[in-house]
């Protein structure tokens, strides 16, 4: 390098670390590490995302003058030492609130968080003002820094305390695909009135920050096995599937949002899907960028002058439309757009972006000065709303600074100077794409970017030797678990009891790794534990409490759907290998038939989704397969004090007789028979109900008296010695074992004992981040909606609490809907347009519905698991084509049932609330123009929901449809006479009584009214004198009665 060259390098340096020591450096807390907000002398409060950003800044100079190897002072080692001092103290606060870790582990609610504000001086967590310190994002944040800080040489982590305690950190961020928080911003929803809500930058963070710590030595190049630090994999996959599915929105308030910026570039990198980042890029840019900077979010009312400054949240009713176009312009946002120009290798553009920010910047005696953000004066901001003169805040005045943005303007300097390389900056290479990173590790699984050899390896083993001599004798191989040594077999209960002692630490009191199940890629790999191979079977075969896994149906069709996502998701280096459990039972169960052709297919190398596969001994499989080496265990086992909890043991094999025949049942299912209706026994006495049950042979019977007398004592009331509990227990499992199962009887006992099946969270969280709520309740009665992620215990307690006191057997049928919704919304999301809140007992009922026309007296409680399955498929299949067969009510039935509503009803209710002045009323419900106009925007999910709230005040399903055709009608004469617009309320009811009317009267009929409501909704809509022509009709004569603007207009 010339001396010249040399010299200009060490001149710029010179004067970055100026800038960075006057107006980052010094407002470092000397005793805790922190920075606060703005730097200021008097500054009490020290701010955890801003001193991390800070640390990076100075990380980042302490990179440039390493890489110059020159007389530098010293200052490459206090730089580095100094962004030490910050991480060690964010990492020392929080290990101060070890207790509050503890609770957000087990309930992920706002209260038990771990907080993002310390007193500067103390390190101590402020004293609960309200402040909402459940910002998932700084954690994130945290953890990408610390594998990023210690990949370059730093060292952080010094003791095996912080290394557990860095493992529950990440227990922490595993499942933010379902935890709503208050964000980057710490506003929470667009409307800033305290609700937290799903962010996507808050999912790509975790998500990154998963990839970036998994298999990674918290101690670097000095570190042993016992601190690396592990992530659950499935968690990573959802976090990754919800991520990529929200995107390019933010959030269901919030159409897109600057917050985005650090996460599809550094120091994040979150996604390498081209197409999907420059959507979402372009989507920011268009929407938020202005000329001093990004927005932060559209009708953000932060630094506004119209803000009231004293209130930490708005009220309810507070009208946002008072900041559209006055929202402030932050600089520092668009060093987050520069950079990653630069890591992109779009040099040309980041030299423009660069050219406008030296606009903007200040130059003071200091240095280059960023202001915070510049909003529109008062002289301006009476004129057109964009367009007024905006002003700087005051940083650089009065010695006032705001650090975050002085830190990326020397991270950004640094950068465009060449003075640190991108790779530098990103050791671990987060900016390529996961098979282009280099391997930190060979020993732990590594992500890639696609699997490359899409193959699914599929081990069969049977639960005993006559089970596998009579799958051989079908041509299915299999092995028993005696055959698979020296591979052990764990169940999914075993691993989680193995995995819970990850990040176990007790002089801190931490618990390990949450009651979490192991999901479906965490049994698919193998595991290296103590000196042993272990391999765990899925979740689906655990014997389960719940009756889905008993319906031999549901089983094939959820291993079929198994390797489908496994194909699908699998993105670690190596295959993945599937284990089928074969039962006894199962071949002896109805429909075996079935197993034994999926097995064979198997065999034959694919399945009926066309994956391919590969069926083979466990001992052949290990060597492609994936494998994970859980070193934790073994450090824990050369400890004398937890040798017996160790203790893990491999499934056994089941003992036989050798006499005892077992065969294959190879009869189909017998169709279910209609139940005629149960004995009213809710009179009888407890002694007369206890001799009911003694008397009966008939289950149905038992479980009926069984459940008066739960309703009156509970179910630990004893009955002939046992409880109510366990005779229900019983029944369940005779009712569904039996050769023609009662399925009716075993959702009964199944609810009476409260039962709650795995992954209903997942399935819930799916739903909403594909854009749908979810109601809970039963058909006409209340209803509950889910609008934000709940955890599992929450969403049975509202289901039993809903369905439980009139009809118990829904409580479980509504969960198998809600695992059945939320794999269809993911396999075949097409099905789900024009849907936006799936009501389970209105699809209960429609269900019900479509039985009663099929096989009158059938209830849908009697069908089988997998038949519900096929009900439900069929009926979202109807709704989206026409059904000559059955009548038009039926269909309105349907479509009102499922919600359905025709393409862009939403944007055309909005241009019909912009066209009444007095908005629209709905039976007592008024949807009135204003706040709804000036609080709301039409994209915004908000106002399809408040359309929703209006809509479900209609209790009848026909009704509700034909309500929604009204509404279609008038939205789209209002659109072909652009000129006419209601001068009063559109009185929904009122137009429907003059259609229905004026039907009434063309068709001449003298039935009763009641009766010609029915035709009428069994009339046709769209044909010569159908529906439409009546209510367009009826809409012309509102319009005549009750005021009219504008002049003359056609309607038709």
């Known amino acids: 390098m010339a001396a010249s060259d040399t010299e200009k390098k060490q001149g710029k340096l010179q004067t970055y670390y100026n800038t960075i020591s006057q107006t980052v450096l010094r407002f470092q807390s000397p005793t805790t590490g922190l920075f606060p907000v703005y730097g200021e002398d008097d500054s009490k409060v020290g701010d955890v995302r801003v001193s991390i950003y800070c640390a990076l800044g100075i990380w980042s100079l302490h990179l440039a003058y390493k890489r110059l190897h020159c007389a530098d002072y010293g200052r490459t080692y206090l730089l580095g030492q100094t962004a030490v001092k910050t991480m060690r103290g964010v990492l020392s606060c929080w290990m101060f609130q070890i207790p509050q870790m503890k609770k957000f582990l087990a309930e992920q609610i706002p209260e038990n968080s771990l907080h993002v504000k310390f007193d500067i001086v103390t390190g101590q967590a402020l004293k609960d003002d309200g402040y909402p310190h459940l910002q998932l994002d700084c954690i994130s944040l945290f953890l990408l820094s610390l594998v990023q800080m210690i990949s370059s040489g730093l060292q952080i982590i010094y003791t095996s305390d912080e290394v557990e305690f860095v493992q529950n950190l990440i227990y922490c961020i595993e499942r933010a695909y379902r935890i709503?928080?208050?964000?980057?911003?710490?506003?929470?929803?667009?409307?800033?009135?305290?609700?937290?809500?799903?962010?996507?930058?808050?999912?790509?963070?975790?998500?990154?920050?998963?990839?970036?710590?998994?298999?990674?030595?918290?101690?670097?190049?000095?570190?042993?096995?016992?601190?690396?630090?592990?992530?659950?994999?499935?968690?990573?996959?959802?976090?990754?599937?919800?991520?990529?599915?929200?995107?390019?929105?933010?959030?269901?308030?919030?159409?897109?949002?600057?917050?985005?910026?650090?996460?599809?570039?550094?120091?994040?990198?979150?996604?390498?899907?081209?197409?999907?980042?420059?959507?979402?890029?372009?989507?920011?840019?268009?929407?938020?960028?202005?000329?001093?900077?990004?927005?932060?979010?559209?009708?953000?009312?932060?630094?506004?002058?119209?803000?009231?400054?004293?209130?930490?949240?708005?009220?309810?009713?507070?009208?946002?439309?008072?900041?559209?176009?006055?929202e402030c312009e932050w600089p520092f946002l668009t060093f987050f757009q520069i950079i990653g120009c630069i890591f992109r290798g779009d040099l040309h553009q980041a030299n423009e972006l660069w050219a406008d920010m030296e606009l903007v910047l200040h130059m003071t005696s200091q240095g280059v000065v960023v202001p915070a953000y510049y909003y529109v004066s008062y002289n301006h901001s009476g004129k057109t709303r964009g367009q007024g003169q905006r002003v700087a805040t005051t940083e650089g005045q009065d010695d006032k600074y705001f650090l975050w943005g002085q830190s990326l303007y020397v991270v950004t300097r640094l950068l465009i100077d060449s003075l640190v390389p991108v790779n530098e900056l990103d050791p671990i290479k987060r900016h390529l794409s996961a098979s282009e990173r280099p391997r930190l590790s060979h020993r732990?699984?590594?992500?890639?970017?696609?699997?490359?050899?899409?193959?699914?390896?599929?081990?069969?083993?049977?639960?005993?030797?006559?089970?596998?001599?009579?799958?051989?004798?079908?041509?299915?191989?299999?092995?028993?678990?005696?055959?698979?040594?020296?591979?052990?077999?764990?169940?999914?209960?075993?691993?989680?009891?193995?995995?819970?002692?990850?990040?176990?630490?007790?002089?801190?009191?931490?618990?390990?790794?949450?009651?979490?199940?192991?999901?479906?890629?965490?049994?698919?790999?193998?595991?290296?534990?103590?000196?042993?191979?272990?391999?765990?079977?899925?979740?689906?075969?655990?014997?389960?409490?719940?009756?889905?896994?008993?319906d031999l149906n549901s089983v094939i069709n959820k291993v079929q759907s198994d390797i489908h996502m496994l194909s699908c998701m699998w993105k670690l280096e190596g295959r993945p290998t599937y284990l089928i459990m074969i039962t006894e039972a199962m071949v002896q169960s109805a429909n075996a038939r079935d197993l034994i052709d999926l097995l064979s297919s198997l065999k034959a190398g694919a399945t009926c989704t066309g994956v391919r596969v590969k069926l083979g001994r466990l001992q052949s499989l290990v060597s492609s397969g994936t494998k994970e080496h859980l070193d934790f265990l073994t450090h824990l086992s050369e400890q004398s004090n937890s040798k017996d909890e160790l203790n893990f043991k491999s499934i056994k094999?089941?003992?036989?007789?050798?006499?005892?025949?077992?065969?294959?049942?190879?009869?189909?299912?017998?169709?279910?028979?209609?139940?005629?209706?149960?004995?009213?026994?809710?009179?009888?006495?407890?002694?007369?109900?206890?001799?009911?049950?003694?008397?009966?042979?008939?289950?149905?019977?038992k479980s009926q008296s069984l459940r008066l007398l739960s309703q009156r004592h509970g179910t630990e009331y004893l009955v002939n010695g046992s409880t109510i509990c366990s005779l229900l227990e019983n029944i369940r499992m005779q009712a569904s074992h039996s050769s023609t199962p009662d399925w009716s009887v075993v959702r009964l006992c199944s609810a009476l004992t409260l039962k709650v099946t795995d992954s209903l969270a997942p399935s819930i969280t799916t739903l909403l981040v594909s854009g749908k709520l979810v109601a809970l309740g039963l058909f006409s009665g209340e209803e509950e909606v889910i609008s934000k992620p709940i955890n599992p215990s929450a969403i049975g307690d509202k289901l039993y609490r809903l369905c439980q006191p009139l009809e118990p057997r829904e409580t479980v049928l509504q969960q198998e809907l809600i695992l059945l919704l939320g794999q269809l919304s993911t396999t075949r999301p097409k099905l789900f347009d024009g849907i936006l809140k799936l009501r389970l007992g209105w699809i209960v009922h429609a269900m019900q519905m479509t039985l009663a026309c099929d096989t009158p007296g059938l209830s849908v409680y009697s069908l089988s698991p997998s038949s519900v399955d096929k009900l439900l498929l069929q009926l979202l299949q109807y709704s989206k084509t026409s059904t000559p067969l059955r009548p038009v009510i039926w269909k309105r039935d349907l479509l009102g049932s499922l919600g359905s509503v025709p393409d862009n009803f939403y944007g055309r209710l909005w241009y019909l609330l912009e066209r009444s002045s007095k908005g629209i009323q709905l039976y007592d419900y008024h949807l009135p123009q204003q706040p709804t106009l000036s609080h709301l925007t039409v994209e915004e999910m908000s106002f399809a929901v408040l359309v929703e709230d209006m809509l479900s005040v209609v209790r009848d399903p026909v009704h509700r449809h034909v309500v929604v055709e009204v509404l279609t009608v008038v939205a789209v004469i209002l659109e072909r006479n652009p000129e006419v617009s209601f001068e009063n309320a559109i009185i929904v009811e009122k137009i429907l009584a003059q259609a229905i009317s004026l039907f009434k009267a063309h068709t001449k009929s003298t039935e009763s009214d009641d009766k010609v409501r029915v035709a009428f909704y069994n009339t046709p809509s769209d044909v010569v004198d159908g529906t439409y022509s009546y209510i367009a009709k009826a809409v012309c004569l509102q319009l005549l009665d009750t005021g009219i603007s504008g002049s003359d207009c056609s309607f038709m």
């Open 180 to 326: 709503a928080d208050y964000g980057m911003w710490e506003r929470g929803s667009k409307y800033n009135t305290g609700t937290p809500e799903l962010n996507a930058s808050n999912v790509g963070m975790a998500k990154a920050a998963l990839e970036a710590v998994n298999g990674f030595n918290l101690f670097g190049e000095h570190g042993a096995s016992w601190t690396v630090v592990y992530i659950d994999i499935d968690a990573h996959i959802r976090n990754k599937a919800v991520f990529e599915q929200l995107l390019p929105r933010e959030s269901s308030s919030k159409p897109t949002d600057a917050a985005l910026l650090p996460v599809l570039s550094w120091p994040f990198f979150a996604t390498h899907d081209a197409h999907l980042k420059e959507q979402t890029l372009l989507t920011i840019v268009q929407s938020l960028k202005g000329r001093y900077g990004f927005k932060r979010y559209l009708r953000d009312g932060y630094g506004t002058l119209l803000e009231d400054k004293n209130a930490q949240f708005y009220q309810e009713s507070a009208n946002l439309q008072i900041f559209e176009g006055l």
């Open 444 to 550: 732990y699984i590594n992500f890639e970017a696609s699997s490359k050899d899409r193959l699914i390896q599929i081990a069969v083993i049977a639960e005993s030797l006559r089970l596998h001599q009579v799958l051989a004798t079908h041509g299915v191989p299999s092995q028993t678990p005696m055959q698979t040594e020296p591979i052990q077999i764990w169940s999914p209960n075993q691993l989680k009891a193995a995995l819970k002692f990850m990040g176990v630490n007790y002089d801190l009191e931490l618990c390990g790794r949450p009651e979490r199940p192991v999901g479906l890629l965490g049994t698919s790999l193998f595991y290296r534990v103590c000196g042993q191979t272990v391999i765990c079977y899925p979740l689906l075969f655990e014997v389960n409490d719940f009756y889905i896994s008993q």
């Open 653 to 701: 094999e089941r003992e036989t007789s050798s006499t005892s025949e077992l065969r294959v049942n190879l009869s189909p299912e017998r169709v279910c028979q209609v139940q005629p209706p149960a004995e009213d026994m809710s009179s009888y006495t407890d002694r007369r109900l206890i001799d009911v049950y003694q008397s009966t042979e008939d289950i149905s019977i």
